[in-house]
């Protein structure tokens, strides 16, 4: 079956402009993570998703960094005011459930100019 | 989150040797995972490790989950040029929904 799917793939974007991210997940899976890579780095925690309730959303930056999930399916993220330190690769994973193996997407690589 | 101990960083090797990498954590974690991921692409599950103790293979991949849990270990056995990529560590604790991971171990295999 499919995998994760993120789109777009790669994201170029200007200082201060909005940017939405997509994560399509495995499909019956429930759990659904955002995390963030940085050059020469390990992904980084952002928010874990129940269904389509956010469980988690300690790793989030700031407050300028949002998620959603709305019919508990695909999930977007959604950064305003957008920084040249929020360029990195924006990874999605899901899980059958909370304490299953994670199956990663591509990424989404975001450069903000 | 925490952060975890990979080593080595790097490893330049020929083809047909064998590779050990290991991770540690200063906390318990009771799953362990070992991922790798190639240029431009998302990490790709290789082994999940569940139990103190456990000894997984995948292939010619052999991984550990250390008695301890605070550390796990992958073993690759008679590299190929395909196995070049940064292999991840990854570790969840009892409580956690994140996974916590090391910075990579970047592989090279020359022919």
């Known amino acids: 079956g499919a995998g994760v799917s993120q789109t777009p793939s790669n994201k170029v974007t200007e200082k201060g402009k909005y940017v939405e991210l997509r994560c399509d997940p495995i499909?019956?899976?429930?759990?659904l993570y955002w995390y963030r890579q940085s050059l020469g780095q390990g992904p980084e925690f952002l928010i874990y998703?129940?269904?389509?309730?956010?469980?988690?959303d300690s790793g989030l930056p700031n407050d300028r960094f949002f998620a959603v999930r709305p019919e508990g399916s695909v999930s977007t993220l959604k950064i305003q005011r957008t920084e040249r330190g929020d360029s990195a690769v924006y990874l999605c994973?899901?899980?059958?459930?909370?304490?299953?193996?994670?199956?990663f997407g591509p990424g989404t690589r975001l450069t903000v100019l | 989150g925490q952060q975890l101990n990979q080593s080595p960083q790097s490893m330049f090797i020929q083809e047909g040797e064998d590779v050990s990498m290991n991770c540690t954590s200063s906390?318990?974690?009771?799953?362990w995972l070992w991922y790798k991921q190639d240029p431009g692409e998302g990490p790709v599950l290789l082994i999940a490790?569940?139990?103190?103790?456990e000894l997984t293979s995948n292939g010619r991949l052999t991984a550990q989950f250390g008695i301890t849990r605070k550390d796990s270990f992958l073993n690759i056995s008679a590299s190929i040029p395909s196995d070049v990529g940064i292999y991840f560590c990854?570790?969840?604790?009892?409580?956690?929904?994140?996974?916590?991971f090391g910075k990579g171990t970047s592989l090279l295999v020359t022919p």
């Open positions: 490790l569940y139990k103190a103790g």
């Open positions: 990854a570790g969840r604790s009892n409580s956690g929904y994140a996974l916590n």
């Open positions: 906390s318990i974690f009771n799953t």
């Open positions: 998703f129940q269904g389509t309730g956010a469980a988690d």
């Open positions: 499909s019956g899976h429930t759990a």
């Open positions: 994973a899901s899980s059958l459930i909370r304490d299953n193996e994670q199956f």
